[in-house]
């Protein structure tokens, strides 16, 4: 690792990849992943790629609608409509460097159909749609000279320089500063603030947290969404998701009573939106008193099961489910972000050089619910558009980062036990699929203090304490927005 970079992107996933393998040679990147190189939330992502790829049955403006319909109106149209026109283009990118989409025997690509989406749409690889696409860009990014990937590199702060900025990380078993004369946060979502998610150890929220101490505009925080079908194993913090192409393909959700029951909520079905699904399954939970829910897709057969879902019936097994002649024990938990740090459709946050793109930025496009697969698409475009824009800045001569020499000193007191789980407890009951008003206003006052406590004591810069400020941070923005 090098001392001074023209960009520094941190985080691995989609978003930060593909923005790093947007820049010529000449330039120097630092391409910075918490663990290893293959951890990421993009790794994670099975469902597939919406994109608009054939106009025969499809077209922009059905895509842009069911983009609207889900999110409640809320969305952006200015960010829907740049995803929406630019993506299958990237798409095709992404396809020219390597990634492996699944087709017929006639070569045409397969897609899918998933909840909100009102046409076939989705491209995918299997059910491991994310990690191919991070596999594939891994080997590009390792093949370019000019990219320094650091792995297992935490970054504890970062700070704004004449120029630019200045990130501490620990690296190698010790504590250093780099520069950068731009920065891209691309650092993935806010998963481990709850108790049960579907997201990496790395999902802390690190990137939101330095946005935010750097003054940053953060903007609908609160916009969580909460995956209907996550795999119902309470005892696991990490939850397996059970995508939302299993329900495309035709999987019945049933109730304790083994009875379907989302015709009693909404005309859609199964196939509605996920916060629809996900209300409809806790309110279901309250009229027949169990959390037992279940995906029934058994009649599809094993043959086809096993081919469209390998890694969801590989992953069912090991728990002792058998998708192919069992019933698929499922329930709610976080699964994404819509908000995060604000940025406009260049990814430029409102901090001179520093962009923002994948989970962790707030374009504006989901609204209030993401609809399914379009956040692969959006780490590319908006990852794309960071990239872009920076390579704008560094044409037009914007002078480079000047480091600044100064002694580091990360030492302190170990932060204290139990500080995390309280957060995540506060936040599944305070703000888990249907509000709790009276658990907000509670676990605010608790969280606030833990966050002070946390920023005025002097505590050891390590993973432990950098990642407990973070979800400290994050669960205050997001109680304090729905508290206000």
Not at 45 to 56: C, D, I, K, P, T
Not at 303 to 317: A, D, H, K, T, V
Not at 367 to 389: T, Y
């Amino acid at each position: 690792m090098e001392k001074i970079y023209d960009v520094i992107i941190v985080g691995c996933g989609v978003a930060g990849m593909y923005a790093a393998l947007q820049f010529d040679d000449n330039t120097r990147i630092l391409l910075i992943s918490k663990m290893e190189d293959t951890v990421s939330g993009s790794s994670l992502a099975q469902g597939g790629v919406a994109a608009v790829l054939e106009h025969e049955n499809d077209s922009y403006d059905l895509h842009i609608k069911d983009t609207l319909i889900a999110g409640g109106y809320k969305n952006d149209i200015r960010a829907v409509e740049t995803l929406i026109h630019e993506g299958p283009q990237d798409v095709l990118r992404m396809i020219d460097l390597g990634v492996d989409l699944d087709r017929d025997k006639d070569g045409r690509l397969l897609m899918t159909l998933e909840g909100g989406h009102s046409r076939r749409r989705i491209v995918h690889h299997k059910d491991t749609t994310g990690k191919e696409m991070v596999d594939t860009f891994l080997e590009c990014v390792k093949k370019r000279k000019n990219i320094d990937l650091a792995e297992n590199c935490l970054v504890c702060s970062l700070a704004r320089e004449r120029s630019g900025f200045s990130a501490t990380v620990y690296y190698n078993n010790e504590y250093s500063l780099v520069f950068g004369s731009f920065v891209i946060l691309a650092t993935g979502g806010i998963g481990r603030v709850y108790k049960h998610t579907t997201n990496p150890k790395i999902s802390t929220g690190d990137g939101i947290r330095f946005a935010y101490e750097l003054g940053a505009k953060i903007k609908n925080l609160s916009f969580v969404q909460f995956h209907p079908t996550a795999f119902n194993s309470p005892d696991c913090e990490e939850q397996f998701l059970i995508s939302e192409a299993v329900r495309g393909e035709g999987a019945y959700l049933l109730n304790v009573n083994r009875e379907r029951f989302m015709d009693k909520y909404d005309e859609r079905l199964e196939l509605a939106p996920r916060d629809v699904v996900s209300r409809s399954i806790v309110l279901e939970q309250r009229r027949t008193g169990s959390d037992k829910f279940y995906l029934d897709i058994r009649y599809k057969g094993k043959e086809f099961l096993y081919n469209r879902f390998p890694g969801i019936s590989s992953n069912c097994l090991q728990r002792g489910v058998d998708i192919a002649t069992d019933l698929i024990p499922v329930f709610p938990c976080q699964h994404y972000l819509m908000g995060g740090i604000d940025v406009d459709i260049n990814s430029r946050t409102t901090i001179p050089r520093l962009y923002a793109a994948g989970e962790c930025a707030h374009t504006g496009l989901h609204g209030g619910n993401r609809l399914a697969s379009n956040s692969l698409p959006e780490a590319m475009v908006f990852g794309r558009h960071a990239a872009e824009d920076i390579k704008r800045c560094i044409q037009m001569g914007f002078a480079s980062v000047e480091p600044a020499e100064r002694e580091l000193d990360c030492s302190g007191a170990p932060v204290p036990k139990g500080i995390v789980d309280q957060i995540r407890d506060i936040m599944q009951h305070a703000y888990f699929v249907i509000p709790n008003p009276a658990a907000i206003r509670s676990g605010r006052r608790r969280v606030e203090e833990i966050l002070k406590r946390l920023q005025q004591g002097k505590f050891a810069q390590t993973k432990e304490y950098c990642e407990a400020l973070s979800i400290a941070t994050v669960a205050a923005i997001i109680l304090r927005e729905v508290d206000e």
